[in-house]
């Protein structure tokens, strides 16, 4: 019997120590958008990144190629989608209903800038 109670009691406790950890609080939300974008190589890819990565809020940043289409992990509290398409557009490139603004285009290399024609890492 006081084997039973012992057994059970770990299990409870067990059973406590997990959920504790499970309920664990993360430090804060993230969110996380895909937004389209007029990249063409990977020096495009590179520089969205980059700008998104250095914006504040924005915790993740992946171009896919391929699609074109940039993945943003992001802190809810200090951005937003609009605010981020704000900034790949001003680093040049379109995002979603965003067009480009003329001073970031006007920053890219001549290849991005025609659609990634002669572009040394073209994909
Ligand atoms: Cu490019």
């Not at 109670?5 to 430090?27: C, D, N, Q, W």
């Not at 951005?79 to 006007?106: C, H, L, M, W």
């Amino acid at each position: 019997m006081k084997a039973q109670i012992k057994f059970f009691a770990g299990a409870v406790l067990l059973v406590l120590l997990v959920s504790s950890f499970a309920m664990t609080p993360v430090k804060f939300k993230t969110e996380v958008v895909t937004i389209k974008t007029s990249a063409v190589c990977e020096s495009c890819k590179a520089r969205i990144e980059k700008a998104l990565k250095s914006s504040d809020g924005v915790l993740q940043a992946k171009l896919n190629l391929d699609d074109k289409k940039v993945m943003v992990k992001y802190n809810p509290e200090k951005t937003n989608p609009d605010q981020i398409r704000a900034v790949i557009a001003s680093t040049g490139y379109d995002a979603d209903n965003v067009k480009k603004t003329d001073e970031g285009f006007k920053k890219l290399p001549h290849c991005c800038q025609k659609g990634g024609a002669g572009c040394e890492h073209k994909e």
